[in-house]
């Protein structure tokens, strides 16, 4: 089984950039489709980006724009460019892929204003 281990977290004033990463354990180069998702305080998680095997990409509105994913294959790492960050990014953010039963300790993004 795959673990996933994000970091890349920190604080960060708004309009500010920050770049999370995900390390996978194992190959991810079969695994359909990796994304990310955050988990506000007091709030559900939700799904704040998509990127295919083949490298087709979807992204929340709230996030459109502003964030990239990407995924390195050969490396086994899902990344997560986020610009222009608001004070509503303020999440704890953690790395997912189909099939992988498994969330990883997440990593924590707080925006101050």
């Known amino acids: 089984q795959v673990q996933l281990v994000e970091s890349g977290g920190g604080l960060v004033q708004a309009g500010g950039s920050l770049r999370l990463s995900c390390a996978a354990s194992g190959s991810i180069f079969r695994i359909s489709v990796m994304g990310w998702y955050r988990q506000a305080p007091g709030k559900q998680r939700v799904l704040v980006a998509t990127?295919?095997?083949?490298?087709?990409?979807n992204y929340a509105d709230s996030v459109k724009g502003r964030f990239t994913i990407s995924r390195d294959n050969a490396k086994n790492m899902v990344y997560l460019q986020m610009n222009s960050l608001k004070p509503e990014d303020t999440a704890v953010y953690y790395c997912?892929?189909?099939?992988?039963?498994?969330w990883g300790q997440g990593t924590q993004v707080t925006v101050s204003s």
């Open positions: 990127i295919t095997s083949g490298g087709t990409t």
């Open positions: 997912w892929g189909s099939g992988i039963n498994d």
